[in-house]
C-alpha cells in the first residue's frame, strides 16, 4: 500500500556501475595474485619432485636394487626434453643414457609452462658407494633450473653425490 508523500528509493544505475566496476577491479587483482603463486608453486613442487628423483636414483644403486632377475650397472637421470626427464637403469657398462639401451623405470612430465634446462643432461649412480658420473664424466657438476614464467629455481648435482638447491 502505498502512502501519500513518500518516494519509492532504489539505487541508480550510475550506483550500480560503480560497484560492478569496484567488484571487477578486485577480481582482477585476486586473480592476477593467483596466477603469480600458482607459477612460484609449480616451481616449486616440480624442484622438489626432480630432487626426489635424483635421490631415488642413488638410493636404488646404493640398495643394489634388481629388476627382471638382471642385476643393473647403475641408475640414472636423464632430462629427455624440456618437460620431461625419466629415471633409468643400463644392464651394459655406459654411463649414459642410450635410447634403444637404458630402460626407463619412470617418466615424469613437468606442469604446463615449467621448463627444465639443460634439455639433455644425464646423472648416473653406479653401486654400491654410489659414484656419481655426470654425463659420463666422474667429475665437476651439473646445474639444472627449472622456470615458470619470471618464477626459477636451481638445483646443482656434484660428483660427490650431492645435491644442492
Known sequence: MKIFGQKHRGFTIIELLVVMAIIV???????????TGQKRYDVSRSTQQLISSL??????????????????????????????YCLFYNADSSKVYQEGVSVKIETVTLPADTTLTPSSASIFFTPPEPI???NGANSGS????????????????????????
Not at 577491479?25 to 596466477?35: F, Q
Open 25 to 35: 577491479v578486485l577480481s582482477s587483482v585476486v586473480m592476477a595474485g593467483y596466477w
Open 55 to 84: 635421490r631415488q636414483a642413488q638410493n636404488m644403486a646404493l640398495s643394489g636394487r634388481t629388476y627382471s632377475a638382471s642385476v643393473p650397472t647403475g641408475y640414472g637421470f636423464y632430462s629427455l626434453s624440456s618437460s620431461q
Open 132 to 134: 656419481t658420473y655426470i
Open 142 to 165: 651439473q646445474a639444472f633450473v627449472l622456470q615458470n614464467g619470471n618464477f626459477s629455481r636451481q638445483i646443482t648435482i656434484y660428483s660427490s653425490g650431492l645435491v644442492d638447491f
